[in-house]
């Protein structure tokens, strides 16, 4: 009888063995997709949005923030306690231009992943700014099974084509699959492209195209409304998969606090929130 257990049990964690190993693909992605709750609220279109989430989404926006800030976001991808990510950067801006630290984790105590990340961006005349970032993703699994670390970098640019029109791009581990040659796991080589435009002081719309090499493309259109200083109001769509998303940010002296939540077509809400401060 209690080998018949034994055996019950040896069954049950090699299927879940299995089954994490399957989740691995989401759980990478889910390491370099966009951060913030603000961001959420607008489906995640992010490349050209200039904000202190810069050193996850677009190292290039770094140069943009003239004060020391940091932030923390939490997203409880699909009701899902296991595929909560939790997210800490924080911003130095020096005299030699401004530095980001990126850190998020998911994950459980049978397979979990770290992220670390340091970014760099800087201003080339009034109208450029470029950054890079140095990624380091950590991938642990439970018992004896092992973990790896996986190096790669990320680098990006933005150019003001006008005072309203804005033109970004970021590519995220475009050597690693070549670096990784001889083994069938890399991380995803993800492109993304998109457009800031600013039709009144308080309104912009943002858009996007992101390519991951292993799928295909997908586009996100956003929307953010300011009510005076103190919050805004977002809302956004994405395409394969299909997301509507909407969001709420208000703003208390040096911290602002942002809300938003993602609804995925098959797989329900991801609700995040994320609280921001900067030194005034």
């Known amino acids: 009888m209690i080998l018949i257990q034994l055996r019950h049990c040896n069954i049950i964690l090699l299927i879940n063995f299995f089954t994490l190993l399957h989740f691995n693909s989401a759980y990478t992605q889910a ?24 050193a996850f989404n677009n190292p290039a926006n770094l140069s943009d923030i003239e004060n020391i800030a940091a932030a923390v976001n939490y997203e409880n991808r699909f009701l899902v306690r296991e595929m909560g990510i939790s997210s800490i950067t924080a911003v130095l801006p020096t005299g030699y231009g401004v530095f980001g630290l ?111 090499m292993r799928y295909k493309p997908s586009v996100r259109t956003g929307i953010e409304y300011k009510i005076k200083e103190f919050a805004a109001v977002r809302a956004g769509i994405s395409t394969n998969p299909l997301n509507h998303a909407f969001g709420f940010g208000f703003n208390f002296g040096s911290f602002t606090f942002d ?15 994320s609280l921001i401060w900067i030194a005034k």
Request: proline share 3%; aromatic share 10%; net charge neutral.
């Open 31 to 54: 390491a370099f997709e966009p951060v913030g709750a603000n961001i959420g609220g607008m489906a995640k279109t992010s490349v050209a949005v200039k904000n202190v989430w810069a």
């Open 102 to 212: 990126a850190f998020n984790q998911i994950g459980s105590n049978l397979y979990s992943q770290s992220f670390v990340g340091l970014a760099y961006g800087r201003d080339f005349g009034e109208l450029v700014r470029a950054g890079v970032r140095l990624n380091a993703l950590h991938t642990r699994l439970s018992e004896n099974y092992g973990s790896r670390t996986d190096i790669s970098f990320a680098a990006g640019f933005n150019v003001d084509l006008t005072n309203e029109l804005t033109i970004a791009a970021m590519l995220a581990n475009p050597l690693h699959k070549i670096m990784a040659k001889g083994s069938d796991e890399y991380l995803p080589a993800i492109y993304r492209l998109g457009l800031h435009y600013k039709i009144e002081k308080n309104l912009f719309i943002t858009a996007e195209a992101e390519k991951d």
């Open 259 to 273: 809300i938003s939540a993602v609804r995925h077509e098959v797989l329900g809400y991801s609700p995040q929130a």
